[in-house]
């Protein structure tokens, strides 16, 4: 069975600052992990995946996040945070041969201080 | 760009009532799902379907249905709406080629 868990309900930095938001996971597969972004009142936007190839993956708007097995983590991370960054974070995992199925976390809600 | 498209955006239903919430995507996928959206608990899959007629139970199936006649459309059904049905509910669609998964912009449902 896949699980994931994101380890803070709410993180809060200030703009220029660095990001990290934290995401362990469990699988009983080779795992395709994700982290989706939504912004109030908007839909869910990718920003980045990783499906067995590089462990350090880059994604939009600066973000990236590397793929930890001997941890079971994949924590996403940005080097200097805009205001435009507040907005919900999903990390997922899925299974391959699950026919796409998406397990998310609970979600992290980031605020950004100017 | 492909899409999946909701419906509706809002919805408000009355308490036994039969809701219908409709997902169309024009990408030719083989796959479809249906999530509810609820504060602090992420998304959650209701049901999903890898081909027409078929369909497959996700993690809180109970008290709804669905409905694939064609590939393109996935319909979620309440048979009987409840107050604790109200959420945000969210389609996609997904191909293996390239792990594509795409998002309808959700249909935020309340019951009263």
């Known amino acids: 069975a896949q699980s994931v868990t994101q380890l803070d309900s709410h993180v809060s930095v200030s703009e220029g600052t660095p990001v990290l938001l934290r995401c362990n996971y469990s699988s009983s597969y080779s795992p395709s992990l994700f982290w989706y972004v939504q912004h109030p009142n908007k839909g869910l936007q990718l920003l980045l995946k990783y499906t067995s190839a590089a462990t350090l993956v880059k994604g939009i708007n600066g973000f990236e996040a590397e793929f930890k097995k001997s941890e079971t983590s994949f924590h996403l991370t940005k080097p200097s945070a805009h205001m435009s960054d507040a907005a919900e974070y999903f990390c997922?995992?899925?299974?391959?041969?699950?026919?796409?199925?998406?397990?998310f976390g609970q979600g992290t809600e980031l605020s950004v201080k100017p | 760009d492909v899409k999946v498209t909701q419906s509706s955006r809002y919805l408000v239903k009355r308490t036994g009532e039969k809701v219908f919430l409709e997902c169309v995507q024009d990408?030719?996928?083989?796959?479809m799902f249906w999530y509810r959206q609820d504060p602090g608990l992420g998304l959650r899959l209701i049901y999903f379907s890898y081909d027409v007629k078929m369909k497959e139970k996700g993690d809180i199936p109970e008290g709804y249905s669905v409905s694939r006649e064609k590939k393109e459309r996935f319909s979620l059904i309440l048979e009987s709406a409840s107050t604790n049905q109200t959420s945000m509910y969210l389609c996609a669609s997904w191909t293996a080629i390239n792990y594509g998964y795409t998002f309808g912009s959700g249909t935020r449902l309340t019951v009263v």
């Open positions: 997922v995992v899925s299974a391959l041969g699950q026919g796409g199925k998406l397990i």
């Open positions: 990408m030719d996928h083989e796959n």
